[in-house]
C-alpha cells in the first residue's frame, strides 16, 4: 500500500490543472509556474458542510487510493458559526461562515472514525509547505 498525502486548507487557491498567474514580466528570472504548489487532486463541494461524512469520505480515499494519488487538498472549513457583525471584511460573515455546518465539519474532522480511516489508507496530514 502506498502512502497518500492530505493537505486540509482554509481556503482554495488554485482550480483543477488551470491556475490563474499574473502576466510575466521580462525581469522576472523564475518560471511563476515553477512557483505554483498544488496537490494532484482536490476534494471539495462534494463534501462540503452536511456532505462530509466519514463514509464519503472514506470512498474519496479509496478511489485515490486506487489511482495512486499520493496527494489531495481537502476544502473544509471547520470552526464554530460566526455572529453577524463578526470579521467579514466590513461587509460582516457571508452565510456559510454564520452556518451550524462548521461546527459539524469540526465534529467529523475530529472524529475518532476519521483518524480510523487516515491509518488505514495511510494517509498523512501535512501543510502546503510540506509539498
Known amino acids: ?6 493537505v486540509v486548507a482554509i481556503l482554495l487557491a ?7 498567474l499574473p502576466q510575466k514580466r521580462d525581469h522576472d528570472h523564475a518560471s511563476l509556474l515553477d512557483q505554483v504548489q498544488s496537490t494532484r487532486a482536490f476534494l471539495g463541494a462534494s463534501v462540503m458542510g452536511s456532505a462530509l461524512t466519514i463514509d464519503a469520505l472514506e470512498d474519496h480515499l479509496q478511489l485515490l487510493h486506487a489511482t495512486a494519488c499520493s496527494s489531495v487538498e481537502l476544502m473544509v472549513h471547520p470552526g464554530y458559526p460566526c455572529n453577524r457583525g463578526d470579521s467579514g471584511c466590513g461587509a ?23 483518524s480510523d ?5 495511510r494517509v498523512r496530514l501535512i501543510s502546503w509547505n510540506d509539498l
Open 92 to 114: 460582516g460573515p457571508d452565510d456559510f461562515a454564520q452556518s451550524s455546518d462548521r461546527a459539524y465539519e469540526t465534529s467529523v474532522l475530529t472524529a475518532i472514525e476519521w
Open 14 to 20: 488554485t482550480c483543477s490543472d488551470r491556475v490563474l
Open 1 to 6: 500500500m502506498h502512502d497518500v498525502y492530505c
Open 117 to 121: 480511516v487516515l491509518a488505514r489508507y
